[in-house]
């Protein structure tokens, strides 16, 4: 199968990493980015990793005309995975109509010209976010949604239902993947997190800390009624999480998908706390961790995590990573990172 494939923010740290999967399974990859959180150098350790290169275009997705150009140039595209979003929950309270134009206007125009030009699968990056608070875990796709707390939850909502309704009226077929937590880096540690604004997930920020360039980190809360008092999550490796794409991918384009919209949980079905987290990680890195206990922050989850069955027995996705691989492959890559590799 040699399928064109159009990666939406494949500069990014998701994206990135799709790249190489896709090129494991003979597709090719074209990818687009604008470079607002991501560096295009990334793309010379993708063609060095996979010895093929990547045709890019650096293109906001937000402007019609310039991403027609990409459908005009390449025909032949079988089918989409739009990674390009802007992600930082706490700015997108900030600025939230940043937030719902860039993320809402670039995936309409996206869609529209997968319509147009005769694409036949369509994958989104989603969120456990759209879950909300208050849901009982394991979390299966069946379960309600619940109120976004942020603007950039609320993106992720928002652009679920416009795919639904759209793609009602289209000849494609999309697939929704709700991600839980992303983290980990490729095991060759020349790719991983590489964020042009400050990293904010637990597992770049811990790395950031051994490595000195926090100073010390802080574990919001340990009062919450978990095993140890510390937030639960489900912590999925960026290299399992990029595989899933290409599984739902050959899933839509095989003809196997019923529904003309299929929704996902992306996590390793288990759920492990922030100290659990710290602990994983000073065992693989054999340091000690700065870090102090501070009080709750306000919007934070006591415990989300994901039931993964449905990805497993349609998708045949089977993740191969634990907690030690993500923790091993991240302080490789942050280590490499401070020596510029
Ligand atoms: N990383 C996570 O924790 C996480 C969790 C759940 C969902 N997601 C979603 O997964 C997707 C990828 O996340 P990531 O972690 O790789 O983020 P990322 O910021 O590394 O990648 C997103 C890329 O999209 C690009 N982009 C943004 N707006 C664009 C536009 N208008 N035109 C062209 N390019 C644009 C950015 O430059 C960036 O390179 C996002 O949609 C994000 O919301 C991420």
Redesign the pocket.
Known sequence: MTKKILV??????????TLIDLIENQFIPIS???????DVSVLKKVEQLTGHKIKHYN?????VNL?EQIFIENPDISGII???????VGESTEIPLKYYK??L??LMNILELSDKYNVKAFI??????VYGEGQLSPIDENASLAWASSP?GS??QFSEQIIKDYTLTTHFQSVLL??????GAHPSGLMG?????IAL?LVPVITETAIGKRQKMTVYGEDYDTRDGTCIRDYIH?CDLANAHTLALQYVLDNQQIEKTDVFNLGIGEGLTVLEMIKAFEKISKTSLNYFVGKRRPGDIQAIYADNKKARDILGWKPKNNVEDIMRSAWIWEQNKSKNL
């Open positions: 939406t923010g494949g500069t990014g740290y998701i994206g990135s990493h687009v980015d604008n470079g607002y959180n991501s293109i906001d997705l937000c402007d991403s739009h990674f390009a979003a802007l992600k930082a860039n993320n206007i670039s989104f990056s989603s969120s456990c976010t950039y993106t992720k709700r991600y839980f937590n992303p983290a997190e590489s964020p042009k604004n997930n960026v």
